[in-house]
């Protein structure tokens, strides 16, 4: 007899949507009968809030939605406030500060608006990427005196891997950083996690580890995979976020969540 699994999250860009950062029909029907089955779906994204509305939309159910890497995290009609978790100011002046000094494009997220120390061909992509203004300070560590959701840098990926190690020595234990991807370098609380936040869903819910799923493809859903009863990367993810799941599931351009839902929610 198959394992009852109450609740499935799974991260967005890279594994939920495809390369042309579509939903596809097939898994946009295989959330809707997962949900009409009585299990819980979660997307865990380190996008912003602002950036999931199209998601939102998608669909006429209240469901859990995590965003900025597991620091918020709401329901998705009635924007119940689940969870909150804001980086210190302190630490948030640290990590700006050497962004900068390491000629990073830096930005932070304060009250779901988006600043940028300065404005450069990173910082406008991304501020494209996800149609949303971004006001420019001279004084971004001003911006933070009250903490911030997160704060990122964004280079090229090879400037990106060579401060890898250095920022992981430097900032261990005092902050979660990590690559979403090989363009964007992160930091949250070490009190925020996408591994803590469906903890705190499931929680809410009455659902455990053992009943969880949890699907990704990048270094940030690695927590959650470990955290979920079963944990699955898609076929796309890297190495590194593969040996930590159980399962590896077909890729995001292979409609790999679908396959997931279909295989352990519907049980086709």
Not at 6 to 19: E, F, K, M, V, Y
Not at 182 to 196: D, H, Q, Y
Not at 247 to 257: H, K, L, Q, R
Request: include cysteine; hydrophobic fraction near 40%.
């Amino acid at each position: 007899m198959k394992k009852r699994y109450r609740l499935i999250a799974s991260d967005c860009d890279g594994t939920l949507i495809n390369s042309d950062h579509e939903l596809t029909e097939r898994t946009k029907t295989a959330i809707d009968r997962c949900m009409d089955a009585g299990a819980v779906f979660v997307l865990a994204t380190g996008r912003p809030t602002y950036a999931v509305q199209w998601f939102v939309d998608m669909f006429d159910r209240d469901m859990p939605i995590v965003t900025y890497n597991g620091s918020f995290a709401m329901m998705s009609k009635t924007q119940k406030i689940l969870l909150e978790v804001t980086l210190p100011a302190e630490l948030c002046r640290e990590a700006i500060t050497l962004g900068r000094e390491r000629g990073m494009g830096v930005i932070t997220y304060v009250d779901h608006k988006l600043y940028v120390a300065e404005r450069n061909a990173w910082t406008d992509d991304y501020a494209r990427f996800f149609n949303v203004g971004a006001a420019v300070t001279e004084n971004i560590s001003d911006v933070v005196k009250n903490g911030a959701s997160k704060v990122l840098w964004i280079k090229d990926a090879g400037s990106i891997s060579d401060i890898y190690a250095e920022t992981q020595t430097r900032f261990a234990g005092r902050l979660n950083c990590f690559t979403s991807t090989p363009f964007l370098f992160e930091f949250i609380s070490t009190g925020a996690s996408k591994g803590a936040a469906i903890k705190k869903i499931g929680g809410l819910y009455g659902i455990g580890p053992e009943e969880m799923i949890a699907v990704g493809d990048g270094f940030n859903d690695v927590d959650m995979i470990e955290y979920a009863g079963l944990g699955i990367a898609v076929k796309n993810a890297p190495k590194g976020v593969k040996d930590a799941a159980d399962e590896i599931a077909p890729s995001n351009d292979d409609d790999g969540v679908a396959a997931v839902i279909e295989k352990y929610i519907l049980k086709k």
